[in-house]
């Protein structure tokens, strides 16, 4: 089993910075590729970013590429995502989700744990 744990979420006025944190626990942290993905009122939860259980490869929506920044701390059990220039369409809940599988990283339903959410608001 796998726990995850979201902070940093809140409320931003557009074109603000916020970096949003996962803080895991349970098996070894590096065996999981970890994903960021967001869900906003009425809409599909969707993909933002994922990263490699090295962090070596990192993968990003269209949506969000070249504002959002996916990282992990393997020594700390935590994956980021720092966010820049961000959009009112950005508001939404974001989890972070981890999964152990070789399936596709962009996937949703190839994660097996996820954490509770954190919520993220961007004022225009």
């Known amino acids: 089993q796998v726990q995850l744990v979201e902070s940093g979420g809140g409320l931003v006025q557009a074109g603000d910075s916020l970096r949003l944190s996962c803080a895991a626990s349970?098996?070894?942290?590096?065996?999981?590729?970890m994903g960021w993905f967001r869900q906003a009122p009425g809409k599909e939860r969707e993909f933002v970013a994922g990263i490699s259980g090295s962090g070596g490869n990192t993968y990003y929506a269209d949506s969000v590429k070249g504002r959002f920044t996916i990282s992990r701390d393997n020594a700390n059990n935590t994956v980021y995502l720092q966010m820049s220039s961000l959009k009112p369409e950005d508001t939404a809940v974001y989890y972070c989700a981890a999964k152990s599988n070789s399936y596709v990283i962009t996937i949703k339903r190839t994660y097996n744990y996820w954490g509770q959410g954190t919520q993220v608001t961007v004022s225009s």
């Open positions: 349970g098996r070894i942290f590096s065996w999981y590729d």
